[in-house]
């Protein structure tokens, strides 16, 4: 059982939450451990309002029947985040219901928590993101019509489109490995403004594939990242820039 949109941005439409996981990615995930069944229940200040005793019973009794219920250690639920895992076992322990509390996972002394990953990709730190996650960190979305600069430069780019929620790391050049209708790709990609072309300020999410030369507008990707090699930065010239791409690809390629 999940919910859409988060709780805070219902609550707080000012807040925006940059996502780890967008809803497709999580049933992307829970399809691969093997979950049958997801729900993706809406929210809003209806279920907001919901105290803790009548959420239970509406979602876990009355439209799930549910037996047993897993929760993480510092699961809230009901208005106001009133109810936690103490108030849920009471409630399980009435209906009959078996409840498993999972214990904070900690690594290298610290807790693993979403703010912490999160913290670690707006810094670049990817390698230690992975560390944390326990999988490589993800984007997924559609490729959109670009300018067709790299394919100009000798390095064709896909330009990725992603979920506006979506948290993206830090600007710069990542090693990472496309997945595309099934098959997995070495690439480069480049998270940035282009500051060498534009004074944008838009991010802009363009994924070099090695030795690949498919069309993929309008196609959906997977980059899963693993290693930064460097950060954005703007080039004098092009054969300078094309230098460096050449670097950047065989670093990859090496990976």
């Not at 780890?20 to 229940?41: D, I, P, Q, W, Y």
């Not at 250690?73 to 399980?92: I, M, P, T, W």
């Not at 300020?201 to 594939?209: F, R």
């Amino acid at each position: 059982l999940t919910f859409y949109p988060h709780p805070v941005e219902v609550l707080n439409a000012s807040k925006k939450i940059e996502r780890l996981t967008t809803t497709n990615e999580k049933l992307f995930f829970l399809e691969r451990l093997g979950v049958e069944r997801v729900v993706v229940a809406p929210f809003d200040k209806d279920v907001a309002a919901l105290s803790p005793d009548a959420f239970f019973q509406r979602y876990l009794i009355d439209e799930f029947k549910a037996r047993r219920v897993h929760v993480g250690f510092d699961f809230h639920f009901g208005k106001a985040r009133q109810g936690n895992s103490e108030v849920l076992r009471v409630l399980c322990e009435h209906e009959g219901v078996e409840l498993f509390v999972e214990h904070p996972c900690s690594l290298e002394g610290l807790k693993v928590s979403s703010r912490l990953i999160r913290e670690l990709l707006r810094n670049g730190e990817i390698k230690k993101a992975v560390k944390y996650l326990g999988y490589p960190y993800i984007l997924t979305g559609q490729v959109a019509k670009g300018d067709g600069r790299g394919r100009q430069l000798g390095f064709p780019t896909a330009n990725l489109h992603c979920a506006h929620e979506k948290l993206l790391p830090k600007n710069g050049v990542y090693v990472t490995r496309v997945e595309w209708q099934k098959q997995n790709f070495k690439s480069v990609t480049n998270i940035g403004v282009r500051p060498t072309f534009t004074n944008a300020t838009a991010k802009v999410i363009e994924v070099h594939i090695l030795d690949f030369d498919a069309r993929l507008y309008d196609e959906d990707l997977r980059i899963e990242f693993f290693e930064r090699i460097r950060d954005e930065k703007q080039f004098l010239s092009i054969g300078d820039l094309k230098m460096q791409i050449g670097r950047d690809i065989e670093l990859a390629r090496d990976t």
